[in-house]
């Protein structure tokens, strides 16, 4: 049940990072854990320092070091010249499992709420834009769901899946809204605007069938229907954060017995 988690916690931290870390701390697990989420992938550039500072909203110095920290573990590689930038170098290492295991388990409760929150909020935004529809924002779903099926790597998936949420948030015509869905996919360690799935291609299949019925629902105006399939597609974020909890808690405590870990197939 989750009635009652709350008590004992001060509300006003809902929106707010969920640890006391050093900031260059918290830099490095937030990347790790996106990077455990799928929200970055093998051979993805990580966007700029001046991006990365506004979405962890630390400091420059900060992410540079949290930056240099990854290079270290051979997580990142820096590239020169054109096209240069840091792109992701590995993707399931023992400090990526420990990363996010500590993220969840520090912040277990707290973020179950924060996701079922997330959900019951996805469905406001989808019921609010059935109801709000205008004739350029039905163009723009119905394009964006079109790319979202078409799209086969997992870039691909990650970028068209948050075209098309974006395209539905905007059609529901209030810009606090969207801020408040943005603040919490951020809370919910979704800094980067993509969903933890995109590396799995059967779930990748379900979120495509998910957004045909949400775009049909939310394009006849269907508000009740919008809320209901956009809050059972947000579920399907629920479900892989518990399965990763489930495989760095596996992982962490394999390092922890024997010292070794278990490489990706
Ligand atoms: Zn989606």
Redesign the pocket.
């Known amino acids: 049940m989750i009635s009652g988690d709350l008590e004992g916690k001060q509300r006003t931290k809902v929106f707010t990072p969920l640890r006391q870390q050093s900031a260059v701390d918290q830099a490095v697990d937030s990347l790790l854990t996106a990077i455990a989420l799928g929200e970055f992938g093998m051979g993805d550039r990580i966007p700029p320092e001046r991006d990365l500072a506004g979405q962890l909203q630390v400091s420059r110095a900060t992410v540079r070091e949290a930056i240099s920290r990854l290079n270290d573990l051979g997580l990142v590689e820096v590239r020169r010249g054109r096209g240069g930038g840091t792109y992701v170098s590995a993707t399931w290492t023992s400090e990526v499992a420990a990363a996010a295991h500590r993220t969840f388990s520090a912040d277990w409760p707290q973020l179950k709420l924060l996701l079922d929150l997330r959900s019951l909020i996805e469905g406001l935004v989808a019921a609010t834009a059935a109801e709000r529809l205008t004739a350029p924002c039905r163009r723009r779903i119905t394009a964006t769901l079109a790319t979202?099926a078409s799209a086969t790597t997992p870039n691909q998936v990650r970028q068209s899946?948050r075209e098309?949420?974006l395209a539905i948030s905007e059609a529901a015509r209030n810009p606090y809204l969207l801020e408040l869905r943005d603040d919490l996919a951020a809370a919910v360690g979704v800094r980067f605007g993509s969903?933890p799935y995109v590396e799995d291609t059967a779930v990748t299949r379900r979120?495509k069938r998910?957004?045909a019925e949400?775009a049909a629902a939310i394009l006849a105006r269907d508000a009740i229907r919008a809320s209901e399939v956009a809050r059972r597609?947000?579920k399907?974020n629920v479900e892989a954060v518990e399965g990763l909890r489930a495989r760095t808690d596996a992982e962490t405590a394999r390092t922890q017995r024997d010292g070794t870990f278990e490489k990706p197939k």
Do not use: C, Y
Request: aromatic fraction near 16%.
């Open positions: 979202h899946d098309f949420h969903e979120a998910q957004h949400l597609h947000f399907i």
